[in-house]
Protein backbone atom coordinates (compact mmCIF):
# COMPACT_ATOMS: atom_id res chain seq x y z
CA UNK A 1 0.00 0.00 0.00
CA UNK A 2 1.42 3.36 -1.17
CA UNK A 3 -0.49 5.62 2.08
CA UNK A 4 1.38 8.43 1.32
CA UNK A 5 0.80 8.44 -2.65
CA UNK A 6 -2.90 8.17 -1.96
CA UNK A 7 -3.03 10.60 0.55
CA UNK A 8 -1.15 12.91 -1.67
CA UNK A 9 -3.85 12.44 -4.70
CA UNK A 10 -7.28 12.81 -2.47
CA UNK A 11 -5.74 16.25 -0.85
CA UNK A 12 -4.96 17.53 -4.46
CA UNK A 13 -8.37 16.17 -5.42
CA UNK A 14 -10.04 17.51 -2.81
CA UNK A 15 -8.32 20.71 -3.17
CA UNK A 16 -8.83 21.57 -6.99
CA UNK A 17 -11.97 20.70 -7.32
CA UNK A 18 -14.38 20.61 -4.20
CA UNK A 19 -16.77 23.83 -4.07
CA UNK A 20 -15.08 27.02 -2.24
CA UNK A 21 -18.25 26.92 0.56
CA UNK A 22 -16.64 23.72 1.54
CA UNK A 23 -15.19 26.23 4.53
CA UNK A 24 -14.58 22.90 7.10
CA UNK A 25 -15.44 19.62 5.21
CA UNK A 26 -11.97 20.39 2.59
CA UNK A 27 -8.36 19.27 2.16
CA UNK A 28 -7.26 20.62 5.71
CA UNK A 29 -9.78 18.76 7.72
CA UNK A 30 -9.05 15.58 5.97
CA UNK A 31 -5.27 16.32 7.05
CA UNK A 32 -6.42 17.26 10.75
CA UNK A 33 -8.55 13.90 11.02
CA UNK A 34 -5.33 12.24 9.83
CA UNK A 35 -3.24 13.62 12.41
CA UNK A 36 -5.79 13.17 15.11
CA UNK A 37 -6.31 9.12 14.09
CA UNK A 38 -2.27 8.79 13.94
CA UNK A 39 -2.23 9.87 17.43
CA UNK A 40 -4.96 8.34 18.73
CA UNK A 41 -4.01 4.65 16.63
CA UNK A 42 -0.65 5.56 18.73
CA UNK A 43 -2.41 5.83 22.15
CA UNK A 44 -4.50 2.87 21.31
CA UNK A 45 -1.79 0.44 21.05
CA UNK A 46 -2.83 -0.15 16.89
CA UNK A 47 -0.29 -2.18 14.92
CA UNK A 48 1.13 -0.58 11.76
CA UNK A 49 -0.86 -2.35 9.10
CA UNK A 50 -3.83 -1.28 10.70
CA UNK A 51 -3.06 2.35 11.52
CA UNK A 52 -2.23 2.74 7.50
CA UNK A 53 -6.01 1.37 6.99
CA UNK A 54 -7.22 3.71 9.43
CA UNK A 55 -4.98 6.65 8.28
CA UNK A 56 -6.17 5.74 4.64
CA UNK A 57 -9.58 6.09 5.45
CA UNK A 58 -9.14 9.36 7.45
CA UNK A 59 -7.85 10.95 4.64
CA UNK A 60 -10.75 9.59 2.09
CA UNK A 61 -13.69 9.72 5.32
CA UNK A 62 -15.39 13.04 3.44
CA UNK A 63 -13.66 12.99 -0.36
CA UNK A 64 -17.26 12.22 -1.06
CA UNK A 65 -18.53 15.30 -0.83
CA UNK A 66 -16.91 16.01 -3.93
CA UNK A 67 -20.53 14.32 -5.17
CA UNK A 68 -22.70 16.48 -3.49
CA UNK A 69 -24.26 16.91 0.18
CA UNK A 70 -25.86 13.85 0.43
CA UNK A 71 -25.06 10.45 1.80
CA UNK A 72 -21.03 11.45 1.25
CA UNK A 73 -19.59 8.57 3.48
CA UNK A 74 -21.20 6.10 0.94
CA UNK A 75 -19.89 8.06 -1.70
CA UNK A 76 -16.34 8.66 -0.03
CA UNK A 77 -16.39 4.93 -0.03
CA UNK A 78 -17.25 4.90 -3.93
CA UNK A 79 -14.26 7.18 -4.54
CA UNK A 80 -11.80 4.59 -2.53
CA UNK A 81 -12.62 1.70 -4.41
CA UNK A 82 -11.82 3.56 -7.90
CA UNK A 83 -9.02 5.24 -7.01
CA UNK A 84 -7.01 2.96 -4.46
CA UNK A 85 -6.43 -0.10 -6.37
CA UNK A 86 -3.87 2.53 -8.10
CA UNK A 87 -2.07 2.76 -5.30
CA UNK A 88 -1.19 -1.03 -4.24
CA UNK A 89 -4.90 -2.01 -2.09
CA UNK A 90 -6.27 -4.99 -1.89
CA UNK A 91 -9.78 -5.28 -2.12
CA UNK A 92 -9.31 -6.90 1.37
CA UNK A 93 -8.03 -3.49 2.12
CA UNK A 94 -10.28 -1.36 0.41
CA UNK A 95 -13.23 -2.87 2.71
CA UNK A 96 -11.56 -2.19 5.45
CA UNK A 97 -11.08 1.50 4.83
CA UNK A 98 -15.07 1.84 3.83
CA UNK A 99 -15.63 0.33 6.98
CA UNK A 100 -13.60 2.67 8.92
CA UNK A 101 -15.22 5.45 6.67
CA UNK A 102 -18.96 4.26 6.94
CA UNK A 103 -18.42 4.76 11.11
CA UNK A 104 -18.18 8.09 10.39
CA UNK A 105 -21.72 8.72 9.83
CA UNK A 106 -23.63 10.56 11.95
CA UNK A 107 -25.15 9.08 14.91
CA UNK A 108 -21.59 7.39 15.16
CA UNK A 109 -22.28 3.85 15.60
CA UNK A 110 -18.54 2.15 15.59
CA UNK A 111 -18.39 -1.25 15.79
CA UNK A 112 -14.71 -1.75 16.54
CA UNK A 113 -11.43 -0.41 17.64
CA UNK A 114 -10.64 1.13 14.02
CA UNK A 115 -14.16 2.75 13.75
CA UNK A 116 -14.02 4.03 17.03
CA UNK A 117 -10.39 5.37 16.60
CA UNK A 118 -11.87 7.39 13.28
CA UNK A 119 -14.81 8.45 14.95
CA UNK A 120 -13.10 10.22 17.98
CA UNK A 121 -10.57 11.96 15.30
CA UNK A 122 -13.52 13.26 13.19
CA UNK A 123 -14.76 14.99 15.99
CA UNK A 124 -11.40 15.74 18.03
CA UNK A 125 -12.10 19.60 17.21
CA UNK A 126 -14.88 19.35 19.71
CA UNK A 127 -12.27 19.36 22.87
CA UNK A 128 -9.42 21.80 21.74
CA UNK A 129 -8.53 25.46 21.63
CA UNK A 130 -9.43 25.62 18.31
CA UNK A 131 -12.92 24.79 18.45
CA UNK A 132 -14.42 27.77 18.08
CA UNK A 133 -12.85 28.80 15.34
CA UNK A 134 -13.59 25.54 13.61
CA UNK A 135 -17.13 25.58 14.42
CA UNK A 136 -17.79 28.78 12.90
CA UNK A 137 -15.88 27.40 9.50
CA UNK A 138 -19.10 24.75 9.78
CA UNK A 139 -21.52 26.93 10.52
CA UNK A 140 -20.72 29.33 7.58
CA UNK A 141 -20.40 26.14 5.29
CA UNK A 142 -23.95 24.91 6.64
CA UNK A 143 -25.15 28.54 6.33
CA UNK A 144 -24.46 28.44 2.58
CA UNK A 145 -25.73 25.00 1.89
CA UNK A 146 -28.91 26.06 3.57
CA UNK A 147 -28.93 24.37 6.61
CA UNK A 148 -29.01 26.62 8.98
CA UNK A 149 -29.99 30.30 9.72
CA UNK A 150 -29.09 32.37 12.09
CA UNK A 151 -25.70 31.44 14.84
CA UNK A 152 -28.38 31.22 18.02
CA UNK A 153 -29.97 27.88 15.83
CA UNK A 154 -26.30 26.84 15.18
CA UNK A 155 -25.53 27.29 19.06
CA UNK A 156 -28.50 25.47 20.14
CA UNK A 157 -27.60 22.19 17.80
CA UNK A 158 -24.63 22.50 18.85
CA UNK A 159 -25.13 22.14 22.79
CA UNK A 160 -27.91 19.27 21.72
CA UNK A 161 -24.25 17.58 19.92
CA UNK A 162 -22.04 18.15 22.45
CA UNK A 163 -24.55 17.13 24.99
CA UNK A 164 -25.34 13.97 23.29
CA UNK A 165 -21.60 12.93 22.04
CA UNK A 166 -19.16 10.75 23.34
CA UNK A 167 -15.78 9.66 22.59
CA UNK A 168 -15.02 6.45 22.54
CA UNK A 169 -11.26 5.37 23.07
CA UNK A 170 -9.74 5.80 26.41
CA UNK A 171 -7.22 7.93 24.45
CA UNK A 172 -9.74 10.69 23.48
CA UNK A 173 -11.44 10.95 26.47
CA UNK A 174 -8.27 11.90 28.34
CA UNK A 175 -7.26 14.49 25.82
CA UNK A 176 -10.49 16.28 24.78
CA UNK A 177 -13.50 15.09 27.34
CA UNK A 178 -12.35 18.20 29.81
CA UNK A 179 -12.22 20.94 27.40
CA UNK A 180 -15.45 19.79 25.11
CA UNK A 181 -17.44 20.24 28.32
CA UNK A 182 -15.56 23.31 28.73
CA UNK A 183 -17.44 24.84 25.09
CA UNK A 184 -20.69 22.87 26.18
CA UNK A 185 -20.60 25.37 29.54
CA UNK A 186 -19.67 28.29 27.44
CA UNK A 187 -22.26 27.93 24.18
CA UNK A 188 -25.00 26.91 26.87
CA UNK A 189 -24.27 30.16 28.35
CA UNK A 190 -24.82 32.41 25.33
CA UNK A 191 -28.04 31.14 24.79
CA UNK A 192 -29.47 31.88 28.15
Known amino acids: ?23 YHNATHAQDV ?13 DLAETTLLLTAALFHDSGFLCGLDDHESNSCKIAREHLPAFNYTDA ?9 MATKIPQKPHNKLGEIICDADLDYLGRNDFFILSKRLFSELEITHKLKTEQEWDKQQVSFLKSHRYFTKTA ?19 I
Not at 183 to 189: N, V
Open 1 to 23: MQIDKAGEFILDKIKSELPVHFY
Open 34 to 46: HNAAKRLALGEGI
Open 93 to 101: HIAVVCDII
Open 173 to 191: IGLREAEKEKHLHIITERL
